[in-house]
């Protein structure tokens, strides 16, 4: 990416055989008129069906027009607000099972203990206390498909996700049975993702189907645990790298929430008193988006900035580019949480979730997430870097990720 905005600027044109073309945006001004676009000329669910066969046709991510707008507002509640603050406990609760067992004195892959925390809070987020023997199954079946799109060429995923088909039908099979269950079960005040989709009812009084449901909880499922685990995993690294930041979001965590070996779970007024914390994810965000791009296919011809786009053709407003622009951010290379210290951040300046009708459903929540893990794991343990460790970004999965799982020591004392 760095090599195409050098030689050719702020628009480009990338060409990867099977898919249309795919124009590049790292303009501000360009980005802004892609998001607040008409999203009926600028279609994101199109554009993304590439991954139609792995998250199944009734996703979210595949929708386009009135049906995205009736279903976003489906699953929007339970990840925002007073529910999602529900699950701050079970988070925490989660987040100190795994630090438990963490090893003492040798080096260890964190970013594969992230993962196994951000997995365990959104099955339980998903589908509340639910038979253990059912969910280990489905957790199986997930950490099996995750795998397979676990490779380091970026064009594999896509033709990975054709190998899927045999754990995807599992998959889905798990999830359609779970589904049934509980539509069976007495309605009474649900709290779970899943039991909230299955009561939600549109303006016309419809709710979903079990198609829809099964999609969509695969999507959230999926959506909603690699990206957050990764994100978590370079935080990790950059405050270890950071010993000043690491020390700052150390005390902030220690001052609002109690010092000892085991405080208690942050409640949610705490956390959103961890300003420190919340800069040093979105600056982790800015440095190491993982999803360096988000993309809209255009339903006619149009004109983006300068550029004249067929019909088609992708917009790709580049996260990763436009997050290290020497113009907007100074010295865009290191890790400084103090620039969000305070700030009005720009939506088309920084913009790690994507931007308008688009923008991550679970935004809020990833964050809200993020805050509480770290603060558990910066209160808990004093995590060094592994000695001799050279950093290299990989891909896992969809996502850029820190290469050999992010090795690091949790010193004996
Ligand atoms: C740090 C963690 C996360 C990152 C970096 C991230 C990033 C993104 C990005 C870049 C998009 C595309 C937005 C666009 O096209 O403009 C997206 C969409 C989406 N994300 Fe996230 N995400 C994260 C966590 C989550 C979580 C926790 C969930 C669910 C619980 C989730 C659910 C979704 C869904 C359903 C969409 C599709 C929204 C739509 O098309 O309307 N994400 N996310």
């Known amino acids: 990416m760095h090599a195409c905005a050098n030689r050719y600027g702020d628009t480009f044109t990338v060409r990867l055989s099977g898919l249309s073309p795919m124009v590049f945006f790292t303009d501000p001004e360009a980005i802004r008129q892609i998001f607040t676009g008409d999203p009926d000329r600028f279609q994101a669910g199109r554009a993304n069906r590439v991954f139609e066969v792995f998250f199944g046709p009734n996703s979210l991510l595949f929708l386009d027009g009135a049906r995205r707008r ?56 998903v589908f509340g206390v639910a038979d253990e023997a059912r969910l280990f199954r489905l957790r199986m079946a997930l950490v099996e498909a995750l795998a397979l799109m676990d490779v380091g060429n970026p064009l594999r995923p896509i033709r990975a ?13 798990l999830l359609h049975n779970e589904v049934r269950r509980r539509r069976a079960e007495e309605t009474g ?24 449901v ?23 690294h950059n405050l270890l790298k950071s010993p000043g930041a690491l020390e700052a979001a150390r005390s902030e965590v220690m001052s609002v929430i109690g010092n000892g070996p085991c405080p208690p779970p942050p409640d949610a007024e705490q956390i959103g008193r961890l300003v420190y914390l919340d800069a040093v994810i979105k600056e982790t965000a800015r ?9 809209r296919q255009l339903a006619m011809d149009d004109t ?36 969000f210290l305070g700030e009005r951040t720009d939506p088309y300046r920084f913009f790690p979730f994507g931007g308008g009708v688009r923008f991550c459903l679970g935004a809020a929540f990833a964050t809200f997430e993020m805050k ?36 690091v020591v949790r010193p004996a004392r």
């Open 304 to 339: 983006v900035g300068s550029a004249r786009l067929p019909a088609g053709s992708i917009a790709a407003p580049c996260i990763y580019l436009v997050h290290r622009r020497p113009d907007l951010w100074p010295e865009p290379n290191s890790f400084d949480p103090d620039r």
């Open 161 to 173: 996700l054709w190998r899927l088909g045999p754990v995807r039908r599992r998959i889905r099979e």
């Open 214 to 236: 099964r999609d969509e909880v695969f999507t959230l499922l999926v959506a909603g645990h690699e990206t957050t685990a990764t994100s978590l995993a370079w935080a990790i």
């Open 372 to 407: 509480i893990v770290l603060a558990r794991i910066l209160s808990r343990v004093k995590l060094q870097p592994s000695f001799g460790y050279s950093l290299r970004v990989v891909r896992r999965g969809l996502a850029l990720a820190p290469s050999s799982g992010l090795p």
């Open 287 to 295: 440095l190491h988006p993982v999803v360096p791009i988000v993309v």
């Open 70 to 125: 009736r279903e976003r507002r489906l699953l929007m509640p339970p990840f925002h607000g007073r529910r999602m603050r529900l699950y701050g406990e079970i988070i925490s609760e989660i987040a100190d099972r795994s630090i438990d067992t963490w090893p003492v004195g040798r080096p260890f892959p964190v970013h594969a203990r992230l993962q196994d925390i951000t997995l365990e809070v959104i099955l339980r987020v």
């Open 189 to 212: 005040e649900r709290t779970d993702v899943l039991g909230m989709l299955i009561d939600a009812r549109d303006e016309d009084g419809l709710s979903m189907s079990d198609e829809e």
